[in-house]
């Protein structure tokens, strides 16, 4: 019986018709011959770029810009046609491009790097030095200019601090055949903050900001991929211009633009609608505001909560920003008021790196000279999103129903 059920909603679904021709078109992978409304932003960097054709380093570059603004897109579009020009022209350059996102380490970075040149690096286990000499070797063997871009530069500072890049601006001191230029594409327009100053001199980059799209300049982008993605005549009139107004409100992402796009074709294609409509853009616009984040931290094991929640009460009341000895002592205040035996200080640091990991925490490590480091930690989520979150497990109700005045008391005096 359960087995008939399953088949016939399978055939039930694969009987629709298709309103989607070529739904990838609509993704965020996917890179679009045209790149529209970025011809400024093209030009800047090719003109930036362009000496490595000639042989000559060309400056370092940091572009910044909201999510959705088309840096990426560009920086790639950009890469490929160096690439084939330097093929053609039988030029020694290469543009080498890795999302700090995934590759968020000075060692993965280093042996990324390391595997473009064919090089084979274990998981773990070199020392730095020798990452870095092997680097120099092959980039050496190659006799060109490489252009390293490090796209979401940002997750990388702020988990293992700016030594990588500090050694990356002065590399070129060790190369005698071959030079390096560096490209980091970040949506923190604060980025700069978090880099030492030696390391922002050794530098010497030029910037680059990618302004958000507006609602025609995303109507011209969402018409252009529609034409991709979507079979002739699905689309109502309506559609696309609302599509990019929301996002429009929404600074301008135009990843959220056709996110937007994409969920209304597939609430059309579920009720086996024929033309997609204003309703479905609706709809669909309802079910991506569905918080996931709120979910993610309702799912976060009990310590995890509690940690979180010593972040947000620190953050509410201090002013200052909290290093990860102090959210270890609140947690252990709070460990005690709902009755839950506390975690070691190490495991309580293990639980702080997750929750980054999940996007709900930011950290900067900062030195503590003789000291050793620590973390400067901070929420990456709305306070409320948090709060709302953590008000649904009954296990913490007598730490998230604590007056203002209480929630100070127990923040003062921490070690």
């Known amino acids: 019986m359960g087995n008939e059920f399953i088949k016939d ?6 009987n629709n018709k298709s309103v989607f021709d070529n739904k990838e078109a609509l993704s965020h992978a996917y ?15 090719v003109s930036i770029v362009i000496p490595a054709i000639r042989q000559e380093t060309p400056s370092n570059i940091f572009i910044f810009g909201k999510p959705g603004t088309g840096k990426t897109a560009c920086v790639k579009h950009i890469g490929k046609e160096l690439n084939d020009i330097s093929s053609k022209k039988d030029i020694s350059s290469n543009f080498l491009y890795l999302n700090c996102e995934m590759v968020d380490t000075q060692y993965r970075v280093l042996s990324n790097l390391l595997s473009y040149y064919g090089e084979d690096v274990p998981l773990a286990g070199w020392p730095t030095d020798k990452l870095y000499s092997k680097f120099i070797e092959c980039i050496e063997k190659k006799r060109q200019i490489a252009i390293i871009v490090l796209d979401e530069i940002d997750k990388l500072v702020k988990k293992g ?36 100053s030696r390391t922002l001199s050794s530098l010497g980059h030029e910037e680059i900001v990618f302004p958000p799209y507006n ?11 529609a034409k991709i993605a979507f079979n002739e005549g699905v ?4 559609v696309v211009p609302l599509c990019a107004a929301i996002a429009a409100q929404e600074h301008g992402d135009a990843r959220k633009a056709l996110d937007l796009l994409r969920m209304a074709g597939e609430m059309a294609e579920r009720n086996n609608d024929v033309k997609i409509t204003e309703e479905h853009v609706r709809k669909g616009k309802e079910k991506l505001e569905v918080d996931g984040t709120t979910e993610v931290i309702k799912t976060l094991p009990v310590h995890s909560k509690i940690l979180i929640y010593s972040i947000l009460l ?24 709902v009755h839950i035996e ?16 999940l996007g709900l925490i930011n950290t900067v490590l900062i030195s503590k000279g003789r000291y050793g480091r620590t973390k400067n930690i901070s929420l990456a ?6 709060e709302r979150a953590i008000q649904d497990d009954e296990r913490l109700q007598s730490i998230t129903k604590i007056s203002h005045s209480q929630q100070i008391t127990l923040t003062n005096h921490l070690k």
């Open 314 to 337: 620190l953050e509410k009341c201090k002013k200052r920003g909290m290093i990860t000895g102090e959210v270890y002592s609140l947690y252990e205040r709070l460990c005690n008021v």
């Open 342 to 357: 506390r975690l070691t200080y190490r495991r309580a640091a293990d639980l702080i790196s997750e929750l980054e990991t």
């Open 235 to 238: 689309l109502s009139e309506e």
């Open 381 to 386: 989520v709305d306070i409320d999103t948090v």
């Open 9 to 14: 909603l399978f055939d039930k679904y694969l």
């Open 161 to 196: 601090g700016d030594d990588l890049l500090y050694n990356l601006s002065r590399i070129n001191g060790d190369l005698a055949d071959s030079k390096v230029s560096l490209i980091g594409i970040s949506n923190d327009l604060k980025f700069t903050k978090y880099l030492d």
């Open 31 to 45: 890179i679009p011959e045209n790149l529209l409304h970025r011809d400024k932003e093209l030009e800047d960097i």
């Open 215 to 225: 609602a025609e300049q995303l109507k011209d982008i969402l018409n252009n991929r």
